[in-house]
T-cell receptor, first 112, second 114 residues
Framework: DTAVSQTPKYLVTQMGNDKSIKCEQN?????MYWYKQDSKKFLKIMFS???????INETVPNRFSPKSPDKAHLNLHINSLELGDSAVYFC???????????FGEGSWLTVV | AQSVTQPDIHITVSEGASLELRCNYS??????LFWYVQSPGQGLQLLLK??????LVQGIKGFEAEFKRSQSSFNLRKPSVHWSDAAEYFC????????????FGKGTRLHILP
């Protein structure tokens, strides 16, 4: 009964491919996020959604497209993968009435 | 602009010694402050958080942190570290409302000497 779950945990793919990472939370939270952690461990927000509405869209290439079919899911689709997309991607969620963000275990993406 | 600074990239302490990891923040309003820990190859685990009230907060695994508004600091402490504490530690600030993001410092890697 993982609270924020991401799949896959590991993904190795070739340049130019299109891939998706799925995220689901069973906490009943209204807000979900995607963060990217680069090779230097720096965590940077990419997107946030509140009840399926896009709230935050940082300067991210438009090859990255989040999709929220319902408030419990926030998937990340990446087109035309590049070497620089190799990173750990973290999904997270937060209740509207609270300020604590709960993270998934991360998805390790390697582009070769 | 919101920011979080962790001035130490690496810290090495001996097992059993005390620990203090520094964190300074810049935030326009009353900050919400967090410490997360990331073990190698793992996700982020919340250690503790400060929203209001007592400025000394207790967390899991024997950690505590003290909020000092005058110094814009939220340093993490532990009186006696264990080898299993070796990990990356992230200080973070925010969010205050649904349009805010949580901003992370660049992390401090803690090494433990036997």
């Amino acid at each position: 009964d993982t609270a924020v779950s991401q799949t896959p945990k590991y993904l190795v793919t070739q340049m130019g491919n299109d891939k998706s990472i799925k995220c689901e939370q069973n906490l009943g939270h209204d807000t979900m996020y995607w963060y990217k952690q680069d090779s230097k461990k720096f965590l940077k927000i990419m997107f946030s959604y509140n009840n399926k509405e896009l709230i935050i869209n940082e300067t991210v290439p438009n090859r990255f497209s989040p999709k929220s079919p319902d408030k419990a899911h926030l998937n990340l689709h990446i087109n035309s993968l590049e070497l620089g997309d190799s990173a750990v991607y973290f999904c997270a969620s937060r209740p509207t009435s609270g300020n604590t963000i709960y993270f998934g275990e991360g998805s390790w993406l390697t582009v070769v | 602009a919101q920011s979080v600074t962790q001035p130490d990239i690496h810290i090495t302490v001996s097992e059993g010694a005390s620990l203090e990891l520094r964190c300074n923040y810049s935030y326009g309003a009353t900050p919400y402050l967090f410490w997360y820990v990331q073990s190698p190859g793992q996700g982020l685990q919340l250690l503790l958080k400060y929203f209001s009230g007592d400025t000394l907060v207790q967390g899991i695994k024997g950690f505590e942190a003290e909020f000092k508004r005058s110094q814009s600091s939220f340093n993490l402490r532990k009186p006696s570290v264990h080898w299993s504490d070796a990990a990356e530690y992230f200080c973070a600030v925010g969010p205050g409302n649904r349009d805010d993001k949580i901003i992370f410092g660049k992390g401090t890697r803690l090494h433990i000497l036997p």
